[in-house]
């Protein structure tokens, strides 16, 4: 069985960081396998925020968060990041790790960040 489990997420202020980790078990993090961060805020879509190709490493942000989120992934640890810098309260969000291969997508059940004003 595939699990994802999300943790770092927390209550932070206003231009605060904070690294969000993946731990992935029933699934290796290799080059077939990619990976992406969402987030949801309330009354919100989920919505994409970052993926990292497991074949090349080529990343890609959102307008949103680029130059302040970075995605990477430790294919040996079978973990993926997403050091998050210069937060916002709009940022306030639970946040989905994401994993998928031509076979199946899989997500994590989320990590809160709260960033407070």
């Known amino acids: 069985e595939v699990e994802l489990v999300e943790s770092g997420g927390g209550l932070v202020q206003t231009g605060g960081s904070l690294r969000l980790s993946c731990l992935a078990s029933?699934?290796?993090?290799?080059?077939?396998?990619?990976i992406a961060w969402f987030r949801q805020a309330p009354g919100r879509d989920r919505e994409a925020i970052s993926h990292i190709s497991g074949r090349d490493g080529s990343t890609w942000s959102a307008d949103s968060v680029k130059g302040r989120f970075t995605i990477s992934s430790d294919k040996a640890k079978n973990t993926a990041y997403l050091q998050m810098t210069n937060l916002k309260p709009e940022d306030t969000a639970v946040y989905y790790c994401?994993?998928?291969?031509?076979?199946?997508?899989?997500w994590g059940r989320g990590t809160q960040v709260t960033v407070s004003s």
């Open positions: 994401n994993a998928a291969n031509v076979a199946s997508r899989y």
């Open positions: 029933g699934l290796t993090f290799d080059d077939e396998v990619n």
